[in-house]
């Protein structure tokens, strides 16, 4: 962090278990950045604010307005930003003030977005996804927004009409590591062939997913598979159902994937392979961009 910095506002990403912030220039340039592994789940309300002065104080030299995304909107967050409904923009109109005992210290924390039926939320997506559509004006497509949860999500008219999460992160996780494939399934490596296999295995017959699953361990016991082929392969079975049930969201659509690295990149390799190509977008530059959209709103 380069504590000697005066910038005109600071960008902040809130979310469970990490904070990211950037000091930002009025016209959208970063000029430093910090982190902090004071998330959201670590917090009680009272100590949102001295866990942001922790890791921004230095570039506090007066008056300063702060614009924050994710979990710290929550209703465990700092302040509770009620959802907007879908069909809605992906910026709203107006944010939640946090409650501040610092003099000068404005904290505007942007909504999430809900669905009502079927029932679905989102908080910090809907920041990429206005930063997207502020480099994209009037794109009209599919999004994936690869994580933990991933999002589908369908825009059009520069509104998110409907969105599906998936929680296929969590349930490779859970599945590598807390279940009888702990046993079968190697913590790093890949094999692309056995990812390949997965996809199109899942992708065809999405209904034998859980007798797949199991086969994992079979194939170690019996075959000495090895453990990154497993790992390879569990996250094609994953991710082929996913693509599955996805498939009215992405049939046919015009797809990007926001998000950097291998998991992105497994994505679009994976909506290749369904001859659905995928343009991949960094995901941290599109929530700088979301979240400065949402700062020129804030000033009007």
Same mark, same amino acid.
């Given at each position: 962090?380069?504590?000697?910095?005066?910038?005109?506002?600071?960008?902040?990403?809130?979310?469970?278990?990490?904070?990211?912030?950037?000091?930002?220039?009025?016209?959208?340039?970063?000029?430093?950045?910090?982190?902090?592994?004071?998330?959201?789940?670590?917090?009680?309300?009272?100590?949102?604010?001295?866990?942001?002065?922790?890791?921004?104080?230095?570039?506090?030299?007066?008056?300063?307005?702060?614009?924050?995304?994710?979990?710290?909107?929550?209703?465990?967050?700092?302040?509770?930003?009620?959802?907007?409904?879908?069909?809605?923009?992906?910026?709203?109109?107006?944010?939640?003030?946090?409650?501040?005992?610092?003099?000068?210290?404005?904290?505007?924390?942007?909504?999430?977005?809900?669905?009502?039926?079927?029932?679905?939320?989102?908080?910090?997506?809907?920041?990429?996804?206005?930063?997207?559509?502020?480099?994209?004006?009037?794109?009209?497509?599919?999004?994936?927004?690869?994580?933990?949860?991933?999002?589908? =999500?369908?825009?059009?008219?520069?509104?998110?009409?409907?969105?599906?999460?998936?929680?296929?992160?969590?349930?490779?996780?859970?599945?590598?590591?807390?279940?009888?494939?702990?046993?079968?399934?190697?913590?790093?490596?890949?094999?692309?062939?056995?990812?390949?296999?997965?996809?199109?295995?899942?992708?065809?017959?999405?209904?034998?997913?859980?007798?797949?699953?199991?086969?994992?361990?079979?194939?170690?016991?019996?075959?000495?598979?090895?453990?990154?082929?497993?790992?390879?392969?569990?996250?094609?079975?994953?991710?082929?159902?996913?693509?599955?049930?996805?498939?009215?969201?992405?049939?046919?659509?015009?797809?990007? =994937?926001?998000?950097?690295?291998?998991?992105?990149?497994?994505?679009?390799?994976?909506?290749?392979?369904?001859?659905?190509?995928?343009?991949? =977008?960094?995901?941290?530059?599109?929530?700088?961009?979301?979240?400065?959209?949402?700062?020129?709103?804030?000033?009007?």
């Amino acid at each position: 962090m380069n504590d000697t910095v005066t910038p005109d506002w600071i960008a902040v990403d809130w979310g469970t278990t990490h904070m990211r912030a950037w000091a930002m220039s009025a016209s959208g340039t970063v000029l430093a950045a910090a982190t902090s592994d004071q998330g959201m789940g670590k917090l009680q309300r009272d100590g949102f604010e001295p866990a942001l002065l922790d890791a921004v104080g230095p570039w506090i030299n007066g008056p300063t307005t702060i614009i924050a995304c994710g979990m710290v909107g929550s209703r465990q967050g700092w302040v509770e930003a009620p959802y907007a409904a879908t069909p809605c923009p992906a910026m709203p109109e107006t944010f939640v003030q946090a409650p501040t005992t610092t003099p000068g210290l404005s904290v505007h924390v942007i909504p999430g977005i809900k669905q009502v039926h079927p029932a679905d939320v989102m908080r910090g997506e809907e920041t990429q996804i206005a930063g997207f559509l502020a480099r994209n004006p009037n794109w009209d497509g599919i999004l994936c927004l690869p994580g933990t949860h991933t999002k589908w =999500v369908h825009v059009s008219a520069n509104e998110v009409v409907s969105f599906q999460t998936f929680m296929t992160g969590e349930l490779f996780a859970t599945l590598a590591e807390h279940t009888v494939l702990r046993h079968s399934i190697a913590a790093d490596g890949w094999d692309d062939a056995a990812f390949s296999d997965g996809l199109s295995d899942a992708m065809g017959r999405p209904e034998k997913l859980a007798a797949r699953l199991f086969s994992l361990r079979a194939e170690s016991l019996l075959n000495a598979q090895p453990g990154a082929t497993a790992r390879a392969r569990l996250s094609g079975l994953l991710i082929g159902a996913e693509l599955a049930a996805a498939k009215p969201y992405w049939l046919g659509q015009q797809i990007a =994937v926001i998000g950097a690295g291998g998991l992105a990149k497994t994505y679009v390799t994976a909506l290749a392979a369904q001859h659905a190509p995928a343009t991949q =977008v960094q995901g941290e530059a599109i929530t700088i961009a979301g979240l400065t959209a949402a700062y020129r709103r804030l000033k009007g």
